[in-house]
């Protein structure tokens, strides 16, 4: 009997011991979901590319690292990206540019975002992105949709530099350049044949009327 109210005994510990365990799981992931929604919001930017853009790249607003992006979807016609901005109290103008850059050595992908103006508001007006009330024309609210653009980007500079030197490969442009300089130095001579001519006629003038 000893034993078998002692087996009793050690499975209920194992099953109280089991259900606390789950209800701090449960309490434990309802606090940080709280505090995720609470502090932070997200945002949703379409680019023609990806342009390096993937999870985990930096966004900076004026500077500052302020998120990163989440996930990244191609789409039909377009690729959309999904930001994450830390804090609520981290509140983005409407009219703002939204760039991809490359940066570094290694040329990483970062989503600059450069406000185009400055909001003007009450004193009394509390901007939350998070609020039902969230004025969608002054600031961007939680899951709004913008376009972005392409900015800086090395692998642009890089093909312009290889088209540059393509064309001063081609035989045609060396012609052409000869073409341009051998004309260039007829409209010179010409020009000055020209003023030395004036520079004549006024000195032959000038004699003239002092005698």
Known sequence: MKNISSDIRT?????????????????????????FVNTGYSVFVEFDSAY????????????????????ISSELNSVLAIINIHSRRLVIPK???????????????????????????SSNVILNPLSDSCSDDKILCHLSYVQGDRGLNYDDLVRATTRISQRFDDPRFFNLFYMFLHNSVEVTDQVINIFTDLSDLLEFSSRKYSN
């Not at 390096?52 to 996930?71: C, H, Y």
């Not at 600059?112 to 508001?121: A, F, G, N, S, T």
């Open 11 to 35: 499975d209920l510990q194992k099953i109280i011991f089991l259900c606390l365990m789950i209800l701090f799981i449960i309490a434990s992931w309802f606090t940080i979901n709280k505090t």
């Open 52 to 71: 390096g853009i993937k999870p985990g790249t930096p966004v900076r607003l004026r500077g500052l690292n302020i998120g990163s992006v989440v996930d």
């Open 95 to 121: 009219n703002s540019l939204i760039e991809s850059n490359q940066t570094g050595l290694l040329n990483d992908a970062v989503l600059d975002i450069l406000p185009l103006e400055e909001v003007q508001i």
